[in-house]
């Protein structure tokens, strides 16, 4: 049992740092295409590069035994159209605001959603511990800090990020309840067929896609599409079938340190004092609250058929 705790919380952090570092490509991309292009393309190469897993997979459903009537026999298509499309609507989200955010700035913002997980389990019947209201505050201290300029409005793309940030933690939620129950290889496959349909049909309508473009932005797109969406989505969804969203949730919150670090190394953003102080205390609100205000909920264990 622990040993595949301790696995999976080695693919969540390996997922950490593919996410972290994929800001910096994701802010590059922007350079020369538009966010629902980036977004489209490389999640259909997320998809391309799981198919041959999927095909291989030969116990595909894991458990029907919480699954709504309206999914029995299909439940890759309702899993993968619910999933996919919060994945699509956090995604764009994101996307839009690295046009007028930092890399660094973005992944702090995004890993709120480790503070929004837990209060969003309120919802659920799940009692929030002390560490969660007093992470909570930190958190939104920190955001303060970070985004909020002296005039006291939002540094542009910031309110688009913090939007996402609510949308990833829809996301955690459903992979929560959908991966014990799914093979994770099909349904990160199906979410991503999802996304990257909603997106390309959004690019084709609103944006100019060119060659040029497209040329430009290849190296962001093969990064972003193969390593953050083909590898690190699936590790995810694969981990989930072992650990609760809110203990994913803190280790995914480091994508916030390695995003900042990488958009130093690489796109030499500098933060400023009054900045870094709002990271650090985005980050301590973080930790503080998935280590000392996880949510008290007892829940069946589901069986796999295999074991």
Known sequence: MYRKIYQADGLLLLTAFIWGSAFVAQRVGMSHVGPLTFNGIRFALGALVLSP????VT?????????PQGMHGRPFLGGGC????VLFMAATLQQVGLVYTTAGKAGFIT?????????????????????????AIL???????????????FAPGDLWVLGGAFFWAVHFHILGWLSPRLNGI???RSQFVTCAFLSLAGAILTEEITPSGLQGAAVPILYGGVLSVGVAYTLQVVAQRHTPPAHAAIILSLEAVFAALAGWVV????????????????????LLAQLKGRPRVRTAPIRDKEA
């Open 111 to 135: 890993g709120l959603y480790v503070i929004i997980v837990p209060l969003m389990g309120l919802l659920l019947g799940q009692r929030l511990g002390w560490g969660g209201w007093v992470g």
């Open 139 to 153: 958190a939104a201290w920190g955001l303060y800090l970070l985004s909020v300029t002296e005039s006291l409005t």
């Open 59 to 67: 116990d595909p459903v894991r458990s029907f035994q919480r699954i």
């Open 267 to 286: 796109l030499e953003e500098v933060l400023a004092l009054r900045s870094l102080i709002g990271c650090g205390l985005m980050l301590v609100g973080m």
């Open 53 to 56: 897993l999927a095909r291989r």
């Open 82 to 85: 619910l999933a996919g499309g």
């Open 186 to 188: 099909r349904l990160a």
